[in-house]
């Protein structure tokens, strides 16, 4: 298993956009949830987005309306759409993957796999 890639971090003014990509490795013998979470300087680390194997997708509620989570299949790459920015979003946000065995398939399948983080500055 190849863990998760960011970017798209960056410093951004309040009220402002970003769009953050993950590249994600995957097989075809294997499902996958796949997440952003983020961490700000001294709090835990928090899921903020999920999209799950079946399409139906789940927003923290301090992003709900302005972060958007999407996945483009051809390019294996995890997107989040970050609008209406404020300060408290400034974390390192990270990518994560949870891949379950499809029914009838053998082969490792890895949950809680996660990328070494991008970060994301919003100033006042």
């Known amino acids: 298993q190849v863990q998760p890639v960011e970017s798209g971090g960056g410093s951004v003014q309040a009220g402002g956009s970003l769009r953050l990509s993950c590249v994600v490795s995957t097989y075809t013998h294997c499902m996958y949830d796949m997440s952003w979470a983020r961490q700000a300087p001294g709090g835990r680390r928090e899921l903020i987005a999920t999209?799950?194997?079946?399409?139906?997708?789940s927003y923290d509620d301090s992003v709900k309306g302005r972060f958007t989570i999407s996945l483009d299949n051809a390019k294996n790459t995890l997107y989040l759409q970050m609008n209406s920015l404020k300060p408290e979003d400034t974390a390192m946000y990270y990518c994560?993957?949870?891949?379950?065995?499809?029914?009838?398939?053998?082969?490792?399948?890895?949950?809680?796999?996660w990328g070494q983080g991008t970060l994301v500055t919003v100033s006042s």
């Open positions: 999209l799950f194997n079946n399409g139906r997708m």
């Open positions: 994560k993957t949870d891949a379950y065995p499809r029914l009838g398939h053998s082969g490792t399948c890895t949950l809680d796999a």
